[in-house]
């Protein structure tokens, strides 16, 4: 990889990576019906996955210790669902809430500096949802209203504090310190028919989302880029909506 300091073409980079991964994943799901419309399903399931990404770099043939990173991630992830599923006639609905407890530690080395992040924090969420299908007595429309939540942690790769070189005007690094983020979602949907025997859809969704992640860019004197992704501090919704018609 060739890179620039100062302003002077340098001789390229060789990085030596080994990358290693494990993961443990187990669930649990029981079901019962608790009369002749309602069923209820608990759901629970717990995932660890362990990583380490290590890059030595080696310039002119020597071992760089700025150049070179190490890291180490251990991510755990908790789930329980609570599900109860209603169904009469024309008419379905599901409620619940999904709790998850998430932990994202990682350890790194760059630049010869260390850096962790995210050991004994634990994020917490709890989701409510809602799915409801019915079509109205004369069976001409049907409704569908849909709600649900979700909460993510950064990928591995956003996280790395190594810097990559594989641009010598683009420079970019992880960010050890980002936080989980969370999308809300809201769908409301009707299709029908008109005495005219003419079809209608109507469709309006909304996204909510919290902590969202975005890169931050600067340019330094030598007209260098550089991105480091980041949190964004003000939440974000937008809405969409769609009406179609024809016979």
Known sequence: VDYMSAGTLRQALDYDKNNSYKSLNTSLSYSEPV?????????????????????VAMEN??????????????????????????SKGTTTMSLGADLDVKQNWMKA???GVETESGKGEWAYSLSPYVNLSTTSKDMKTTYYLSSSGSVQMPGVSSMLPSLSVASPTRLSLGNVYLKPYTTEYLMLSIEGSTPK??????Y????????SISNAIWYD???MM???????????????????YGT
Do not use: C
């Open 35 to 55: 009369s002749e419309l309602w069923t209820m399903r608990l759901n629970v399931s717990s995932l660890f996955r362990y990583s380490s990404n290590d890059n």
């Open 61 to 86: 043939g020597a071992y760089s210790s700025f150049y070179s990173s190490y890291s180490t991630t251990r991510y755990n992830s908790n789930t329980a669902s609570l599900f109860g599923q209603y």
């Open 109 to 111: 080395t760059s630049s």
């Open 197 to 202: 025997k003419g079809n209608y859809s109507i």
């Open 204 to 211: 309006i969704s909304n996204v909510y989302n919290l902590n």
């Open 221 to 223: 004197s030598n007209s």
């Open 226 to 244: 550089y991105s480091i992704p980041v949190n964004v501090k003000k939440p974000d919704a937008s809405l969409s909506s769609h009406v179609s």
